[in-house]
């Protein structure tokens, strides 16, 4: 089975520090996906990753950066956490399959507060 | 921009019982996926069906695909209080990045015991 982890369940920052929230998946999986979820908005996508040392923006970027040294792992920061950034945070990883067949594994969340 | 919208937001059943929840989204797809989440935890996939397809059938789910009224539809029979959860439908659009799901914001199941 297909192992995605993250760091932390919880984490408790305050206003301007720097958060660092790691991702690790065990399949080889080509693709790395950061989201998070708030209530009435669902998944939003933050940043992707399809290969290592390469990234693309997702639908919210701002405010974020990412990190992909290692295939196995994808790292999302928060260069100054701020109170709207307080939120449940998913990674997810997919093969990386032609023809638009993914299907993503997730990991069980990070869920932030940021006071 | 969000993809697909999952009708009803919420929906509270009793165990044994039949329930569906619907999926509509925007422009044209490569496939539809739904995804399942239990509460605060991250979100398991349940099936896929592609653009081509009409339904699919995995145990007691049952998705049907209606691509000219751009719509999806997930069906759980004899439900189970373990259903409860949220289930999320998914696009992957045409063209553009094919490994990028587009998310609804998901319905919300409650089967009493």
């Known amino acids: 089975d297909v192992k995605v982890t993250q760091s932390s369940r919880y984490l408790v920052k305050r206003t301007g520090e720097k958060v660092f929230l790691e991702c690790v998946q065990d399949m080889d999986h080509e693709n790395m996906f950061w989201y998070r979820q708030d209530p009435g908005l669902g998944l939003r996508l933050i940043y992707f990753?399809?290969?290592?040392?390469?990234?693309e923006k997702g639908d919210i970027p701002e405010g974020y950066s990412v990190s992909r040294e290692k295939k196995e792992r994808f790292s999302l920061i928060l260069e100054s956490a701020s109170t709207n950034q307080t939120s449940m945070y998913l990674c997810?990883?997919?093969?990386?399959?032609?023809?638009?067949?993914?299907?993503?594994?997730f990991g069980p969340g990070t869920r932030l507060l940021v006071l | 921009s969000q993809q697909g919208e999952e009708d009803p937001q919420a929906l509270s059943i009793q165990e044994g019982e039949n329930a569906t929840m619907n999926c509509s989204y925007k422009t044209s797809i490569n496939n539809l996926q739904w995804y399942r989440q239990n509460s605060g935890r991250g979100l398991v996939h349940l099936i896929l069906?592609?653009?081509?397809?009409r339904e699919k059938h995995s145990g007691r789910l049952r998705v049907t695909l209606d691509t000219s009224k751009k719509s999806s539809s997930l069906l759980i029979t004899a439900s189970r209080a373990a259903d409860t959860a949220s289930y999320f439908c998914?696009?992957?659009?045409?063209?553009?990045?094919?490994?990028?799901?587009?998310f609804g914001k998901g319905t919300l199941l409650t089967v009493n015991p």
């Open positions: 990753s399809y290969d290592v040392k390469m990234k």
């Open positions: 997810a990883s997919s093969l990386g399959l032609a023809g638009g067949l993914e299907t993503q594994y």
């Open positions: 069906i592609r653009s081509n397809e």
């Open positions: 998914a696009t992957v659009g045409r063209g553009g990045s094919n490994y990028k799901l587009t």
